[in-house]
T-cell receptor
Framework: QKEVEQDPGPLSVPEGAIVSLNCTYS??????FMWYRQYSRKGPELLMY????GNKEDGRFTAQVDKSSKYISLFIRDSQPSDSATYLC??????????FGDGTTLTVKP | DAMVIQNPRYQVTQFGKPVTLSCSQT?????MYWYQQKSSQAPKLLFH???????NEADTPDNFQSRRPNTSFCFLDIRSPGLGDAAMYLC?????????????FGDGTRLSIL
């Protein structure tokens, strides 16, 4: 079983929809939680990172972490066609190594 | 503005012919990483450097080697590429290895094997 499981997708939504992207994890040692966005033929770009349970908001993006359930989510409000990309969750333990999910590909249709 | 630059963006090599991929950074970060990413899969860490200290992942094949001649540059050498090594290779940097320090990725080199 993988340490990080990400909802596989693909996900297709109309413009303006609220998008929910989710990951679960099994390793209690993970302390830091990140979301990356990866456009086609590009490297991952850091969107959000947090190290505590609760919500963190940045514009249209909200990252949610529930350490007790070992569950993290990324919400995108008012989704735009430019949000179409693959979203990767990533988690890091105190030793520093990051473990990534396999990604969820999102398409936002105009 | 590009902070982590990978060259070339696309590389084609023949089965068994050595190939070198390069990465440079303008962030002056201590840590540089190499990842392998296959289609629809998570990036897989191959190794990382903390300054000059090399750290190999246990499951990284011996076929993969790396060099970091200075802070700014890091190279990935594949000594005898096989068909299974066709992938996107991503270089990343971070200021430190532990804690909340995020990684900054380049745009990758897509390697094809003929």
């Amino acid at each position: 079983q993988k340490e990080v499981e990400q909802d596989p997708g693909p996900l297709s939504v109309p413009e303006g929809a609220i998008v929910s992207l989710n990951c679960t994890y099994s390793n209690s040692a993970f302390q830091y939680f990140m979301w990356y966005r990866q456009y086609s033929r590009k490297g991952p770009e850091l969107l959000m990172y947090t190290y505590s349970s609760g919500n963190k908001e940045d514009g249209r993006f909200t990252a949610q972490v529930d350490k007790s359930s070992k569950y993290i989510s990324l919400f995108i409000r008012d989704s735009q066609p430019s949000d179409s990309a693959t979203y990767l969750c990533a988690m890091k333990n105190n030793a520093g190594k990051s473990t990534f999910g396999d990604g969820t590909t999102l398409t936002v249709k105009p | 503005d590009a902070m982590v630059i990978q060259n070339p963006r696309y590389q084609v090599t023949q089965f068994g012919k050595p190939v070198t991929l390069s990465c440079s950074q303008t962030l002056n970060h201590n840590v540089m990483y190499w990842y392998q990413q296959k289609s629809s899969q998570a990036p897989k860490l191959l190794f990382h450097y903390y300054d000059k200290d090399f750290n190999n992942e246990a499951d990284t094949p011996d076929n993969f080697q790396s060099r970091r001649p200075n802070t700014s540059f890091c190279f990935l050498d594949i000594r005898s590429p096989g068909l299974g090594d066709a992938a996107m290779y991503l270089c990343a940097t971070s200021r430190d290895f532990g804690g909340v320090e995020p990684q900054h990725f380049g745009d990758g080199t897509r390697l094809s094997i003929l």
